[in-house]
T-cell receptor
């Protein structure tokens, strides 16, 4: 039972165009969402996050949109660059969910983005 | 470097062997997490420490898995009597956040464990 779903295993985009990566979640207790980028043989690198009190957060070329009613978030990369080619993971956490107060992250399976020069 | 480091980067074990995986978090980070990432999947939570206290071990798949962080800095994940299904990348992450404060987790490069 996947609580965080990334339904597109891969995405190809032309350099300079917009990349849109999508993520859906089922657990209504999730209230903090993050995007990580991962290159082969490296650990995930934090990109951008958003809390449930917002519907948009922007950082340079990266913007995350959150639609709570649809339990959907998306990451927009504009303009896309060849160096953006990597696997992107959507992750979510719920405050106090475990009772111990840990903020364990629940991850999707990832979307492999290829930016074509 | 200032990032999270893990050792060894690669480990091959024969089935039934015990292994120990080490994590050095970012200095001053109070929270430390272990995740397991199987091939083609996202990382899955194993356990969480706040300083030296293990506050959540709900993700550990069996009693063969044990983690410790005795002095609130370096952590070790131990797997006893390894099985083939334990083959995965084990990721360590740290965060400065205490309970109640959101903060991103910083990940190490992982240890790729292969059990033959």
């Amino acid at each position: 039972d996947q609580q965080v779903k990334q339904n597109s295993p891969s995405l190809s985009v032309q350099e300079g165009r917009i990349s849109i990566l999508n993520c859906d979640y089922t657990n209504s207790m999730f209230d903090y969402f993050l995007w990580y980028k991962k290159y082969p043989a490296e650990g995930p690198t934090f990109l951008i996050s958003i809390s449930s009190i917002k519907d948009k957060n922007e950082d340079g070329r990266f913007t995350v949109f959150l639609n709570k009613s649809a339990k959907h978030l998306s990451l927009h990369i504009v303009p896309s660059q060849p160096g953006d080619s990597a696997v992107y993971f959507c992750a979510a956490s719920a405050s106090g969910y475990s009772g111990a107060g840990s903020y364990q992250l629940t991850f999707g399976k990832g979307t492999k983005l290829s930016v074509i020069p | 470097g200032a990032g999270v480091s893990q050792s060894p980067r690669y480990k091959v074990a024969k089935r039934g062997q015990d292994v120990a995986l080490r994590c050095d978090p970012i200095s001053g980070h109070v929270s430390l997490f272990w995740y397991q990432q199987a091939l083609g999947q996202g990382p899955e939570f194993l356990t969480y420490f706040q300083n030296e206290a293990q506050l959540d071990k709900s993700g550990l798949p069996s009693d063969r898995f044990f983690a410790e962080r005795p002095e609130g800095s370096v952590s070790t994940l131990k797997i006893q009597r390894t099985q083939q299904e334990d083959s995965a990348v084990y990721l360590c992450a740290s965060s400065w956040a205490l309970v109640g404060i959101y903060n991103e987790q910083f990940f190490g490069p992982g240890t790729r464990l292969t059990v033959l």
